[in-house]
């Protein structure tokens, strides 16, 4: 290809990259508008509370109990001479 194309096909790569960056700032606009400024709705916050307690009481269950033995775990090999972080 002819280098002068390589040059007409990176403006044109970086035309579309303004434009999408144009229509981003937009749409966060726009959002942000319909929110009064914040970013989530109650709702999103109220799910996003649930899910997090959700993870933290499934976590806690698989503390309590220990893995069963008929677990296939493969785990490699650490390479010699390096120290345990």
Avoid: C, F, W
Avoid at 15 to 28: I, K, S, T, V
Avoid at 53 to 67: I, K, S
Wanted: aromatic residues 2%.
């Amino acid at each position: 290809m002819h280098p002068i194309m390589h040059y007409d096909l990176a403006k044109a790569r970086i035309a579309d990259l303004h434009q999408q960056a144009e229509r981003d700032r937009m749409a966060r606009a726009a959002r942000l508008a319909r929110t009064d400024g914040r970013l989530l709705a109650p709702a999103h916050h109220a799910m996003a509370l649930a899910r997090r307690a959700l993870a933290v009481l499934r976590g806690r269950r698989l503390q309590n109990h220990p893995p069963s033995t008929e677990s296939h775990v493969v785990t490699t090999p650490r390479p010699p001479g390096r120290a345990l972080s």
